[in-house]
């Protein structure tokens, strides 16, 4: 069974370009939940999507979106990027909504602001 | 104070050796995660509590819900246990459930 498989897994952006993140996860799994780490502030949580609904959302400002497809992979979109976006992007699938299940981790895509 | 404490930071071990590490929170949650990250970034789900205790080969996790406790231990432990290890709580905040993560532990054992 395939794993959680996130694209790109590496890229490099200029301040002021928007970016945007795929995450599909394992077949079956109807939840996608997105993460920032960078080595300050340590995993934080983005938003979480089920059924092709954002259900939870993070504190995190209006340039940070996301969106997910009827085949349950999700987008994230970071429009307008800051230096401070420099992060390793993580997404998350389950089966339920993430609190209800164990959640299966993609390898993360790496950004860099420049 | 962050909601979720962890400790210790850091710790290393020689291979053989009892391991615990611990996770209090301070508001109530719904469910507790255990991850393992090893370098290059990959997260791994070693347990997910809501109460009492799991134990999965080697890994041993625990959850006290009336002090806000977690913890996880790790038998014989070995080289191949050296990672990042964090704790992650589901809780319910301005009406809407995230994950709360601590700032995880650094495990090193030695050979």
């Known amino acids: 069974k395939a794993g959680v498989t996130q694209t790109p897994r590496y890229l490099i952006k200029t301040r002021g370009q928007q970016v945007t993140l795929s995450c599909s996860p394992i077949?079956?799994?109807?939840?996608v939940s997105w993460y920032q780490q960078t080595p300050g502030q340590g995993l934080q949580f983005l938003f979480e999507?089920?059924?092709?609904?954002?259900?939870n959302k993070g504190n995190f400002p209006g340039r940070f979106s996301g969106r997910q497809f009827s085949n349950s992979r999700s987008e994230m979109n970071v429009s307008t990027l800051e230096l401070g976006d420099s992060a390793l992007y993580l997404c998350?699938?389950?089966?339920?909504?993430?609190?209800?299940?164990?959640?299966?981790f993609g390898e993360g895509s790496r950004l860099t602001v420049l | 104070k962050n909601e979720v404490e962890q400790s210790p930071q850091n710790l290393t071990a020689q291979e053989g050796e009892f391991i615990t590490i611990n996770c209090s929170y301070s508001v109530g949650i719904s469910a507790l995660h255990w991850l393992q990250q090893h370098p290059g970034g990959g997260i791994v789900s070693l347990f997910m509590l809501s109460s009492g205790k799991k134990k999965h080969g080697r890994l041993i996790a625990t959850i006290n819900i009336q002090e806000k406790h977690s913890s996880l231990h790790i038998t014989a432990s070995h080289p191949r246990d050296s990672a990042v290890y964090i704790c992650a709580v589901r809780v319910l905040q301005g009406g809407s459930e995230k994950l709360v993560f601590g700032k995880g532990t650094k495990l090193t054992v030695n050979p």
């Open positions: 077949s079956g799994h109807r939840s």
């Open positions: 998350a699938s389950g089966i339920g909504p993430s609190g209800t299940g164990e959640l299966f």
């Open positions: 999507y089920f059924s092709e609904t954002q259900r």
